[in-house]
């Protein structure tokens, strides 16, 4: 069964870089699924941030200016970079799993508890 | 990007009663990439279905989902206390993947 957590700093100042990380157990982050960033503001909905698999990447046009994700293969981990954040940014990020597109099954099947990240000074 | 709506904003009803939550896409999404979650106060998302109408692994068969094109459902058939939450649909065939607002079920 896989699982995955989150880990980051809880506080990034204005202006500064948020980044996050995703450890994965249970299933290798060089396999054939995708590897996913959502978030959510408190008390509202979700936005998908941006999804990796191998190297190729994949953004959400409204943050692709300020976003990388990347691999950490010898660790089996994958991080978030978010640039010039803003009070806007804060949120519960959340790391998932999306299941490669063989036969159709491309969903979200497996999401890490989530971690609060505020913005600011 | 395909935008999602979903109806109601709000719905209250009673254990045992019948919920039926509406998501409605702003384009055609096709069935393979419609899915259901719910998610409670301070936890994750948990997916309920996929698919449009497939059930994922261990969801209790009161909860179904239908639907095609541009309007997709999920009905609880019988509400039990563990299902008053909030509801988001996400279509995943298009980037940017997209989530309605939500429907929150809550008890009357």
């Known amino acids: 069964q896989v699982q995955l957590q989150e880990s980051g700093p809880g506080l990034v100042k204005p202006s500064g870089t948020l980044s996050l990380t995703c450890a994965v157990s249970?299933?290798?982050?060089?396999?054939?699924?995708?590897w996913n960033w959502v978030r959510q503001p408190p008390g509202k909905g979700l936005e998908w941030i941006g999804e990796?698999?191998?190297?190729?990447?994949n953004y959400n046009p409204s943050l692709k200016s300020r976003v990388t994700i990347s691999l950490d293969k010898s660790k089996n981990q994958f991080s978030l970079n978010l640039r010039s954040v803003t009070a806007a940014d804060s949120a519960v990020y959340y790391c998932?799993?999306?299941?490669?597109?063989?036969?159709?099954?491309?969903?979200?099947?497996?999401w890490g508890q989530g971690t609060l990240v505020t913005v600011s000074s | 990007e395909i935008v999602l709506t979903q109806s109601p904003g709000t719905l209250s009803l009673s254990p045992g009663e019948r919920a039926t939550l509406s998501c409605r896409a702003s384009?055609?999404?096709?069935?393979?990439?419609l899915a259901w979650y719910q998610q409670k106060p301070g936890q994750a998302p948990r997916l309920l279905i996929y698919?449009?109408?497939s059930r994922a692994t261990g969801i209790p068969d009161r909860f179904s989902g239908s639907g095609s094109g541009t309007d997709f459902t999920l009905t609880i058939s019988r509400l039990e206390p563990e299902d008053f939450a909030v509801y988001y649909c996400?279509?995943?065939?298009?980037?940017?993947?997209?989530f309605g607002p939500g429907t929150k079920v809550d008890i009357k």
């Open positions: 998932a799993r999306r299941l490669s597109c063989i036969s159709g099954t491309c969903y979200f099947d497996s």
């Open positions: 249970g299933d290798s982050i060089s396999g054939s699924n995708w």
């Open positions: 990796i698999y191998t190297e190729t990447t």
């Open positions: 384009q055609s999404v096709s069935t393979i990439y």
């Open positions: 698919g449009a109408s």
């Open positions: 996400q279509q995943y065939g298009s980037s940017p993947f997209t």
